[in-house]
């Protein structure tokens, strides 16, 4: 198995060997993404592979989800419209649990 396949966001399928199609790869970008959106945030080797992925970003965009906005900013990509993420991001309620209010709300 490829040592860039992150196989804890396949609790539901084996992982592919490798992705050899854009369906495969849209799928590996949308788990990654809903894991980072709920606070478990990618290895170094996953986002060494998702950052030449550009082309699967921008074909599929994720604009509700702060972790797709997040990694689009980390590769230096143009950033895109964003819609309203559908949940509370972990980090409202660690904030509120904290009262915690860092300014930065417009930069996720």
Not at 81 to 91: G, H, I, L, V, W
Request: hydrophobic fraction near 35%.
């Amino acid at each position: 198995m490829s040592k860039f396949v992150d196989a804890s966001v396949y609790p539901d399928d084996l992982p592919p060997e490798e992705f050899l199609t854009v369906t495969q790869k849209c799928d590996y970008l949308h788990r990654v993404i809903s894991a980072f959106d709920f606070g478990l945030p990618p290895e170094e080797e996953t986002l060494r592979l998702l950052s030449g992925w550009r082309e699967v970003f921008d074909e599929f965009p994720l604009s509700g989800s702060p972790g797709y906005h997040a990694l689009r900013a980390y590769f230096g990509w143009d950033a895109v419209k964003k819609d309203p993420f559908p949940f509370a991001p972990a980090y409202y309620m660690q904030d509120a649990r904290e009262n915690r209010q860092d300014g930065y709300e417009d930069r996720v």
